[in-house]
């Protein structure tokens, strides 16, 4: 009889532990700053992606000026657009120059981005105690997912919506819970639970930046050919300026492969960044080292952008 009450009541091992457990999510401050941290890198990655992408859309566009003008098979027809109903218009040109297809994946990729900068910016207020009703954050929950499905069906990937979800739907469940109680647990469980979602956005940018990177490499082929042809059947000046201009495409395509191969850096953190701030709030001492990578690889886009506009500006004067 002894034996099966004793059973029942909980050692004082276990009492300590629920105890720890209670002071560890419950009671202890939640530090603001990886949470910070975070937003910020979030931020500088936008930034530095969006210069990025400028950059190889402005020298593709440049390098289809110049093929396009100098093609002696050219018919100023092909540049005409051709309307359609409504807002929809087409190109008569086929297939379209590699410049706009950049353009187009620019522009859903930065509203993917935006997305993701919202939802840092949404965890930063939560984990600083910003008041933050159960209402608005519906709006914000709904807002950040809608905003990932349009960037994506503009793009007309063929991905279900659940993959690219930027808030999945028991990440939302947590976060509600954690608004309405405060218990760490919740925030670190949302975390947790949305890391995957974090992961699958991930994979579809870096898709993209692959899609590009392919894009890039067949346009550089396409320009280096006409110079080959013309550099044989010069001689003297004339060669030495099919020469300068085989170097300057040379240096555009090594710079440009240079800006998606850091965008993927960038891009290839983010996961980790995420997965950080679960682990500060069990852990407030660790080190935040894929937080730190992003907001390196920011800065880095932002240098490599700067860089090459200087060039840009110097190759002109």
């Known amino acids: 009889m002894n034996s099966k009450v004793n059973r029942g009541i909980p050692k004082a091992e276990s009492i300590f532990a629920y105890v720890l457990l209670l002071l560890i999510f419950g009671c202890a401050t939640l530090s603001p700053e990886p949470f910070n941290q975070f937003s910020s890198s979030v931020k500088e990655a936008q930034t530095g992606i969006d210069e990025g992408m400028t950059i190889t859309y402005n020298w ?104 690219i979800a930027i808030l999945s739907t028991a990440a939302s469940e947590l976060l509600r819970s954690y608004i309405e109680n405060k218990r760490q647990e919740y925030l670190r469980d949302a975390i947790l639970d949305n890391q995957q979602n974090i992961q699958d956005y991930s994979n579809i940018c870096i898709s993209l930046i692959h899609t590009i990177r392919g894009a890039i490499k067949t346009y550089y082929a396409e320009r280096y050919e006409p110079i080959r042809i013309a550099w044989d059947s010069s001689t003297g000046v004339k060669r030495l300026k099919e020469t300068q201009k085989m170097i300057n495409l040379n240096e555009q395509f090594v710079d440009t492969i240079r800006v998606l191969q850091e965008l993927e850096i960038a891009y290839s953190s983010l996961p980790k960044a995420h997965a950080d701030l679960a682990k500060s709030i069990e852990n407030p001492a660790l080190s935040l080292d894929g937080i730190q990578t992003l907001y390196s690889s920011g800065k880095r886009l932002q240098r490599l952008y700067n860089e090459l506009k200087e060039a840009e500006s110097e190759n002109q004067n």
């Open 60 to 163: 593709t566009r440049a390098g289809f000026l110049e093929g396009f003008s100098s093609d002696q098979n050219a018919n100023f027809s092909q540049l005409i657009i051709v309307p359609g109903k409504g807002y929809d218009w087409q190109w008569t040109i086929d297939p379209q120059p590699v410049y706009l297809t950049i353009r187009k994946t620019q522009l859903a990729v930065l509203e993917l981005t935006s997305a993701f900068v919202d939802y840092a910016s949404l965890l930063a207020k939560l984990a600083g105690n910003e008041l933050v009703s159960t209402e608005t954050f519906e709006q914000l929950a709904k807002d950040l997912n809608k905003n990932a499905n349009d960037a994506v069906k503009a793009l007309k990937l063929d991905v279900s919506t659940t993959n």
